[in-house]
């Protein structure tokens, strides 16, 4: 006997279905596009709040039929203009429903259906949806990290984590002369200040993912962003140093030990002189992160210091 259940939310599924979205026919895009409208069009004006119109159970139910929206109608690659209109319509929509930062279950709820239609919307129209990264960015690190709720902290990280691997390194080559790739650092950069604290940890993390994303070609835009972190390491009682030294040394293995001595020193000398060895965390972090370096860097700055080190000792 076959038992088949039923979801009432999936009559947004059925719907889609019925007007031809698994089939791969010419005929049926009018029909197609038309069921995007009419489902668009089914949700609540975006000018009133979730939260002043609706009781918290309804709010729930509201926001996954959203998500589940975004899943039935971005997950087809766009074949025209008034395609491309329509997918970033749905995007939008769903950012005008963001629900309060402190209201920790709606949150996570959103953070999850943005972050499916995001990378939907990537797979049906890559170009149009790099428009709309600056503002998923903007909300996560300016609203979701400032959170009380470490739920909210951690799911916005992730979130931003999955749209960095995602969308933005598989567009890296578009991005390098885009001013984007910089107006997200610097928004991802902003973590460090002390507004941040209780959420260091998720910054340092979205930071090891940057690094990796911009090269080596960016290191001039990341060298006030190491020297703070250069800072905070020195901080006395700083809670998060695990994290911050993944971060420095993911930013080794992507700037290079040069690069990166340039900016946060060693201050060795080899002689008596060296008693306190303040920057001494950062010799384990080299030792495990350095690859593919330049020798005679290493001969020119390391050699003369262990001969140094050598005859003193």
């Given at each position: 006997?076959?038992?088949?259940?039923?979801?009432?939310?999936?009559?947004?599924v059925s719907k889609w279905k019925k007007h031809g979205a698994s089939s791969s026919n010419p005929s049926r895009t009018k029909h197609r596009d038309a069921a995007k409208l009419q489902l668009l069009a089914s949700l609540p004006s975006s000018k009133q709040s979730l939260v002043d119109i609706?009781?918290?159970?309804?709010?729930?139910?509201?926001?996954?039929?959203?998500?589940?929206?975004?899943?039935?109608?971005?997950?087809?690659?766009?074949?025209?203009?008034?395609?491309?209109?329509?997918?970033?319509?749905?995007?939008?929509?769903?950012?005008?429903?963001?629900?309060?930062?402190?209201?920790?279950?709606?949150?996570?709820?959103?953070?999850?259906?943005?972050?499916?239609?995001?990378?939907?919307?990537?797979?049906?129209?890559?170009?149009?949806?790099?428009?709309?990264?600056?503002?998923?960015?903007?909300?996560?690190?300016?609203?979701?990290?400032?959170?009380?709720?470490?739920?909210?902290?951690?799911?916005?990280?992730?979130?931003?984590?999955?749209?960095?691997?995602?969308?933005?390194?598989?567009?890296?080559?578009?991005?390098?002369?885009?001013?984007?790739?910089?107006?997200?650092?610097?928004?991802?950069?902003?973590?460090?200040?002390?507004?941040?604290?209780?959420?260091?940890?998720?910054?340092?993390?979205?930071?090891?993912?940057?690094?990796?994303?911009?090269?080596?070609?960016?290191?001039?835009?990341?060298?006030?962003?190491?020297?703070?972190?250069?800072?905070?390491?020195?901080?006395?009682?700083?809670?998060?140093?695990?994290?911050?030294?993944?971060?420095?040394?993911?930013?080794?293995?992507?700037?290079?030990?040069?690069?990166?001595?340039?900016?946060?020193?060693?201050?060795?000398?080899?002689?008596?002189?060296?008693?306190?060895?303040?920057?001494?965390?950062?010799?384990?972090?080299?030792?495990?992160?350095?690859?593919?370096?330049?020798?005679?860097?290493?001969?020119?700055?390391?050699?003369?210091?262990?001969?140094?080190?050598?005859?003193?000792?």
């Open positions: 006997m076959r038992v088949r259940f039923h979801n009432t939310n999936n009559k947004l609706q009781p918290s159970t309804s709010i729930k139910h509201e926001i996954d039929r959203i998500s589940q929206f975004s899943k039935t109608t971005l997950g087809t690659r766009a074949t025209n203009a008034s395609m491309i209109q329509v997918n970033a319509r749905v995007i939008q929509t769903l950012l005008d429903r963001q629900p309060a930062k402190n209201d920790q279950q709606q949150m996570i709820t959103w953070l999850d259906g943005i972050c499916r239609a995001y990378c939907a919307f990537h797979r049906s129209d890559s170009v149009t949806c790099l428009g709309y990264v600056s503002k998923l960015f903007e909300i996560c690190m300016n609203e979701c990290l400032l959170s009380v709720y470490k739920r909210v902290q951690t799911k916005a990280t992730t979130v931003l984590k999955t749209i960095i691997k995602t969308i933005l390194i598989p567009q890296i080559d578009t991005l390098r002369s885009n001013p984007l790739l910089k107006q997200l650092f610097q928004l991802v950069e902003h973590g460090l200040t002390y507004a941040y604290t209780l959420s260091w940890n998720c910054v340092l993390h979205l930071l090891g993912a940057m690094f990796s994303l911009m090269g080596k070609t960016y290191f001039e835009l990341c060298q006030n962003c190491l020297s703070s972190l250069s800072g905070l390491r020195s901080t006395k009682d700083f809670s998060f140093l695990a994290e911050l030294d993944s971060t420095v040394g993911k930013a080794i293995q992507v700037f290079g030990p040069k690069n990166i001595l340039q900016v946060i020193p060693l201050n060795l000398t080899g002689t008596i002189k060296d008693v306190q060895l303040d920057q001494s965390w950062l010799l384990p972090l080299l030792r495990d992160n350095i690859t593919h370096t330049e020798l005679n860097h290493f001969v020119a700055y390391f050699l003369p210091i262990a001969f140094q080190l050598q005859t003193t000792g």
